[in-house]
Each structure stands twice: as structure tokens, then as C-alpha cells.
Nanobody, 120 residues
Framework: QVQLVESGGGLVQPGGSLRLSCAAS?????????MGWYRQAAGKQRELVAFITRYGKQNYADAVRGRFTISRDNAKTTVYLQMNSLKPEDTAVYYC?????????????WGQGTLVTVSS
């Protein structure tokens, strides 16, 4: 059973930066799996923010492209989301996702989420 633990959320002012981390355990094939970040704002549906395949290919939602960067450290079984130039509309609970394939097409496991609040 894969377990995902997110960290790094918090309160930040508009224009600021945060780095989210997601540590995976219970898997011996982390390096073979795509990983992703999703977010859910209050009253809205969960949406994809970014994913990274086992090959390192990245994909971003239009709303965050150029501001957010997803990366992974297979040795630490951890995926990161560097968020720069944050906007109030980035406020949401951010969830880590472990796909059941290498190219981010098969849904898998979720983390518990970490809250990011962008406000002055």
C-alpha cells in the first residue's frame, strides 16, 4: 500500500514562493511511476496542476505554467512542487498523486493534502 505524505504548505503573500514535498513509502517501484500534483480550491473540483513521468517529462496546467516546477528525487522517493510568483487564486489544498503507470494515465494513490493560502 503506497502512502504519500505532503508537506510545505502554509500562508504566503502574493508574489511569494513555496516548495511542496511529497514523500512516498510502501513502494519499491517509485522510479517507474509517474507522479503528480493536484489542487482543490474551496467550492471547486480537484484539478491537475502538474505531473512528471518516469522519464522526467513534465506537464503543467496553463494556469501555473512558467511559475511552478515539478521535480522528483527517486533516491529519496520524493516529488516536489516549486511554486513561484504565487497568486491569491493559487489558494487551495494541494494533493500529491502516485499514478499506477509511468506516463500519468492510470490513477493511483492520493496524499492527505497540504493547504496553501496566498493572501496579504
Amino acid at each position: 500500500q503506497v502512502q504519500l505524505v505532503e508537506s510545505g504548505g502554509g500562508l504566503v503573500q502574493p508574489g511569494g514562493s513555496l516548495r511542496l514535498s511529497c514523500a512516498a513509502s510502501g513502494t519499491s517501484i517509485f522510479s517507474l511511476r509517474a507522479m503528480g500534483w493536484y489542487r482543490q480550491a474551496a467550492g471547486k473540483q480537484r484539478e491537475l496542476v502538474a505531473f512528471i513521468t518516469r522519464y522526467g517529462k513534465q506537464n503543467y496546467a496553463d494556469a501555473v505554467r512558467g511559475r511552478f516546477t515539478i521535480s522528483r528525487d527517486n533516491a529519496k522517493t520524493t516529488v516536489y512542487l516549486q511554486m513561484n510568483s504565487l497568486k491569491p487564486e493559487d489558494t487551495a489544498v494541494y494533493y500529491c498523486h502516485y499514478y499506477n503507470d509511468s506516463v500519468a494515465t492510470l490513477p493511483g494513490a492520493w496524499g492527505q493534502g497540504t493547504l496553501v493560502t496566498v493572501s496579504s
